[in-house]
């Protein structure tokens, strides 16, 4: 079984694609949406600003995820994207899964590397706005650091297809306490991935977080996929990172039964 974990700024209907691929594989596969984000990206939208997904905390989205975990007959392997990557390690550490997978995840323990990632999402901080009120990122924003690298008519198609209203009080819990990961933690196997062409979340950052984790004892990889920006949904090589992560995940099946 996999679950797919959705990041910030998108629908959880963006996995279409993933799920097609993992199922063809043999692979069970759910893609539970964020609470409040249940509808349509369409739907939502034309809801904001919605004071339900403004409310939407990091705790409270990682207890959600937990509970949809132990609800199931074993443990699964988890796969994330951005945000999601990091839920996928906050939750992998409290051994709740098989295997990890964190696509272009955000950043743990980098701070010292954080001040051009703030300038890309400070908009959706919203520290001088009301908490009460969900952020849509804008096109023009989508455009330079979500799908940079993409021609703009495919961009603003993938826009209206994915883009929905996110909370500020959520970007800020990726940055507070209750994000941290404990990197030491025994856990199951985990892998990282990164983009190239990623401006948003950066190959050195993605690496900065995966260096973290070197003294652990538990199966860590990483890998950067040289051509991809930061939405591995609709772009044209997006089976390739879904490729690699396939093999990545066949090798830890035979791992565990040759250990």
Excluded at 4 to 20: K, N, P
Excluded at 157 to 177: G, H, N
Excluded at 190 to 219: A, F, M, Q, W
Aim: hydrophobic share 40%.
């Amino acid at each position: 079984m996999i679950v797919f974990i959705t990041g910030a700024f998108l629908s959880h209907e963006c996995w279409q694609d993933w799920i097609v691929y993992y199922e063809s594989k043999g692979y069970k596969c759910i893609a539970p949406p964020h609470p409040g984000k249940g509808g349509s990206p369409e739907e939502l939208r034309n809801r904001h600003p919605d004071a339900v997904i403004a409310s939407l905390r990091l705790n409270t989205l990682v207890s959600y995820y937990e509970s949809i975990i132990k609800s199931l007959p074993g443990k699964p392997i988890l796969i994330g994207h951005s945000l999601g990557g990091l839920i996928v390690q906050l939750l992998l550490q409290r051994n709740l899964a098989a295997a990890g997978v964190a696509l272009h995840p955000f950043p743990s323990g980098c701070l010292s590397r954080h001040l051009p990632f703030i300038k890309s999402i400070w908009e959706a901080y919203g520290f001088f706005t009301s908490s009460n009120r969900s952020y849509m990122i804008p096109y023009k924003r989508w455009r330079k650091v979500i799908v940079n690298e993409i021609l703009c008519d495919e961009s603003k198609q993938l826009y209206y297809q994915y883009a929905i209203p996110e909370s500020k009080l959520l970007i800020r819990d990726a940055f507070k306490a209750m994000a941290s990961i404990d990197f030491k933690a025994e856990r199951g196997p985990l892998l990282l991935t990164s983009g190239g062409k990623d401006k948003l979340i950066t190959p050195s950052l993605v690496y900065c977080n995966y260096e973290k984790y070197r003294n652990s004892h538990s199966i860590t990889d990483y890998m950067e996929f040289n051509t991809m920006n930061h939405l591995i949904f609709g772009h044209p090589l997006w089976s390739e990172e879904a490729g690699f992560v396939h093999a990545w995940l066949e090798q830890q099946d035979e791992h565990s039964l040759n250990s």
